[in-house]
């Protein structure tokens, strides 16, 4: 009798054992169906800086490796890829640049690679920077626009989707929740915008980085400079934009977050308009800090540009 009930539990234990490793093959690992298995290896996605990294995590989800060559807040414009840049690109599967003119050292890092690309702005209509020295040329800056967003994630799904046929329908309904979130962004800017008089829906910032947001919110755009550079803040440029704070009485002035603001102080000062900003454009901010995905960039934005301009304190 004693023989006869070991054996029984031991097959007991045996049964439940069983049961919990297929139990446990069965099931999706945590981050929702559809992610890669445990030990399986995911397709490595290399993207140019960190917002399109995060765009990339948010369209390809658990079954995809996402990381940035640039880190948060670097000068993306002139940024000089580094040793460990040359080496974490060798082993992607694919890389994924904005494209426009944006990553002028882009071309001597893929050189290096294998991978598979992409560029995300492909699909978008340019606007030209309107003057100096890169006058006619593309303005790299699409994504602030939450309807080049949209577009952005669908060249996101795409590249991933010619990638990992597999994952198609996990792709197509991740860029679908995504593209409603961003949608709604930009909706909800135009709507706060509408009520101000014409002259006063005027942009006003350091960087000519918002003409598409400008464009697709029926803002109007002014700027001290078009694209970073050392000639930064000049009494030309200054005077120019203080000239028309003044004429559309302008209620409130911005500056983006990587660049230095005294210039447009100067604006606010002389002209009574408020300082408003920071602006987040070109890159993201830290995971404990106020713009840690593309997502809080553009609400940050939206929020920041409609409290100035509508004179809501926030």
């Not at 030209?128 to 060249?155: C, F, L, Q």
Request: aromatic letters at 6%; charged letters at 25%.
């Amino acid at each position: 009798m004693p023989n006869s009930r070991l054996r029984w539990l031991r097959t007991l234990l045996g049964i439940a054992l069983a049961a919990a490793v297929l139990a446990g093959c069965g099931a999706a690992p945590d981050g929702g169906a559809g992610g890669a298995q445990e030990g399986e290896r995911r397709p490595k996605v290399l993207a140019t800086f960190t917002v399109i990294a995060d765009m990339a995590r948010q369209v390809g989800g658990d079954r995809v490796q996402v990381d940035s060559i640039t880190r948060p807040g670097a000068e993306i414009h002139d940024y000089e890829p580094v040793p460990d840049d040359l080496v974490r690109g060798e082993d992607a599967d694919l890389v994924l640049d904005n494209g426009l003119g944006l990553e002028r050292w882009f071309e001597r890092f893929v050189d290096r690679t294998g991978a598979q690309t992409a560029t995300l702005s492909d699909g978008v209509a340019p606007m030209p920077i309107a003057t100096g020295e890169y006058r006619d040329k593309p303005n790299p800056h699409a994504w602030m626009s939450p309807v080049a967003g949209v577009r952005y994630v669908e060249n996101i799904r795409d590249a991933l989707t010619r990638l990992d046929p597999a994952g198609r329908d996990v792709y197509a309904a991740n860029a679908a929740r995504y593209s409603g979130e961003i949608r709604q962004v930009g909706d909800t800017l135009r709507k706060e915008l509408g009520a101000l008089p014409p002259a006063q829906r005027t942009l006003v910032s350091c960087e000519g980085a918002f003409s598409y947001l400008a464009r697709d919110t029926g803002m109007r755009e002014a700027y001290l400079w078009p694209v970073n550079s050392e000639a930064e803040g000049t009494p030309q440029q200054i005077a120019s934009v203080i000239g028309t704070v003044r004429k559309d009485k302008v209620p409130a002035v911005f500056c983006e977050s990587t660049v230095n603001d005294s210039a447009q102080r100067q604006v606010a000062n002389e002209t009574g308009a408020r300082f408003s900003g920071p602006l987040y454009v070109d890159s993201l901010s830290a995971a404990d800090g106020p713009v840690p995905s593309y997502l809080e960039l553009l609400r940050h934005d939206a929020k920041t540009i409609s409290d100035g301009l509508t004179g809501k304190r926030s």
